[in-house]
């Protein structure tokens, strides 16, 4: 049988188990949650363990957005850099918020653990590979920053780099430990079941529709809840919620084959890492279940394009002479590739607030990566039920960003997101 030329349009590991029963019948609740991703299942986890009735809808199944679609890095700094926070926040608020994404990894390796989930739980540290004598400068001052505030990373130049990583293509590195790999599909789907087990109504095929004071209306019941966090990322707008602070960005996946085990030592020599390069719209990759080599990425036409595109044959072929300039000595044959849409900010931090005219309702959105969505659904419940406000500043949708907001009106939204992210990125010397 002749083998496709172009990879499957297909996420491989989204595949849809069977459905709870479709909600048909107006409930009433403590909390209700919309959105079934990690941060819906995060903030009703929470709840649920504070005593509280929970129901949790869902528009497809959970796992079925941008967690179930995602890599499965697991690292607090998915996005933004330890240096960008000491830059913007001061040394003692970075770490604050360094803390806060640390804290959703050891949500999610936690539940791992404590319920035996079975999700490619692979630990894998994090190596960021610097593609220019200049951006290897950069991760030098980062080291720097993360030395002085007792972190366990180790810096690479040009020449110790070939240990670890089968490349001679890089500029040197920084790897950071204690993170690690997962399939967040499978994750998302246990956690679905354990939630139920211990009490939690959940609903799939039930897509909110209006958002009011004490209720939401779906397409067919309502629900009466005291508290609503809703977790639905890039769709808020959709729901006529934050329309000018959220927007999305696209971002594409290949998993190869099944390589050999030889292959794979010719890519990690030592051991497997969970690698991203210095380019401003980065690539990603690691080693997954049954040994394929799963990449990521996007490029400047692609990831604020508006709409999801499948079957982009120039992505394609970016990731694959990516990863053949690379690693020229690996043969990799990849099987599928899919497009993922993210929520994101004019700044890439996240965006959870309470409703400016309902403090019981709660919104998350804009998380950069798999443990901020975590947390920030954890931190859903600590807000509306135990009052915290610690870390209302960063996330708040009023905060100043990049590109004032008076301009998005003149420029369009599409566009005040591009020029605020490339500002926020390439001007403050992320990793």
């Known amino acids: 049988m002749n083998k496709p030329t172009f990879p499957q349009d297909y996420v491989f590991w989204n595949i849809r188990s069977p459905s709870n029963e479709k909600l048909t019948k107006n409930i009433t609740t403590d909390v209700l949650i919309v959105g079934g991703g990690i941060a819906g299942l995060s903030a009703a986890q929470n709840f649920n363990e504070k005593k509280l009735s929970v129901v949790l809808i869902e528009k497809n199944f959970c796992g079925s957005g941008a967690s179930g679609r995602s890599s499965g890095f697991i690292t607090p700094d998915s996005e933004l850099g330890l240096g960008y926070f000491v830059d913007q926040f001061g040394e003692i608020q970075a770490k604050k918020i360094w803390d806060f994404g640390t804290l959703g990894a050891n949500l999610i390796e936690n539940n791992i653990k404590?319920?035996?989930?079975?999700?490619?739980?692979?630990?894998?540290?994090?190596?960021?590979?610097?593609?220019?004598?200049?951006?290897?400068?950069?991760?030098?001052?980062?080291?720097?920053?993360?030395?002085?505030?007792?972190?366990?990373?180790?810096?690479?130049?040009?020449?110790?780099?070939?240990?670890?990583?089968?490349?001679?293509?890089?500029?040197?590195?920084?790897?950071?430990?204690?993170?690690?790999?997962?399939?967040?599909?499978?994750?998302?789907?246990?956690?679905?079941?354990?939630?139920?087990?211990?009490?939690?109504?959940?609903?799939?095929?039930?897509?909110?529709?209006?958002?009011?004071?004490?209720?939401?209306?779906?397409?067919?019941?309502?629900?009466?809840?005291?508290?609503?966090?809703?977790c639905v990322d890039r769709f808020l707008p959709e729901l006529n919620k934050l329309k000018s602070d959220v927007y999305q960005a696209q971002t594409f996946l290949m998993i190869s084959e099944p390589l050999q085990e030889n292959e794979i030592k010719k890519i990690f020599p030592e051991k497997n890492y969970m690698v991203w390069d210095t380019d401003l719209i980065y690539q990603y990759y690691r080693i997954v279940d049954g040994n394929r080599f799963l990449i990521g990425g996007s490029d400047l036409l692609a990831i604020f394009s508006g709409r999801e595109q499948h079957n982009l044959k120039r992505m394609y072929k970016k990731l694959n002479k990516y990863t053949k300039e690379k690693f020229p000595d690996v043969k990799i044959n990849f099987e599928y590739m899919w497009p993922g849409l993210i929520g994101t900010s004019k700044d890439v931090m996240p965006v959870a607030c309470a409703d400016e005219n309902n403090e019981n309702i709660y919104y998350v959105s804009c998380a950069a990566g798999l443990p901020w969505a975590a947390a920030l659904g954890w931190y859903s419940a600590e807000k509306l039920i135990n009052k915290h406000n610690d870390l209302d500043k960063y996330f708040s949708p009023r905060r100043k960003y990049p590109v004032p907001d008076f301009v998005q009106k003149i420029l369009g939204k599409r566009i005040t997101f591009s020029l605020s992210n490339f500002i926020n990125l390439y001007f403050k010397n992320l990793p």
């Open 114 to 230: 404590k319920f035996s989930i079975n999700c490619d739980y692979q630990k894998q540290d994090v190596l960021v590979v610097a593609n220019s004598d200049k951006a290897f400068n950069e991760l030098k001052e980062d080291n720097e920053i993360y030395k002085k505030l007792s972190f366990a990373n180790k810096l690479y130049e040009k020449n110790d780099l070939s240990r670890i990583i089968g490349s001679d293509k890089y500029f040197g590195g920084i790897t950071f430990p204690n993170t690690f790999g997962i399939n967040c599909y499978q994750y998302c789907q246990k956690m679905k079941e354990i939630l139920q087990q211990r009490g939690v109504k959940i609903y799939e095929n039930t897509p909110a529709i209006k958002i009011n004071n004490d209720n939401v209306e779906t397409d067919s019941a309502k629900i009466n809840a005291k508290y609503i966090v809703v």
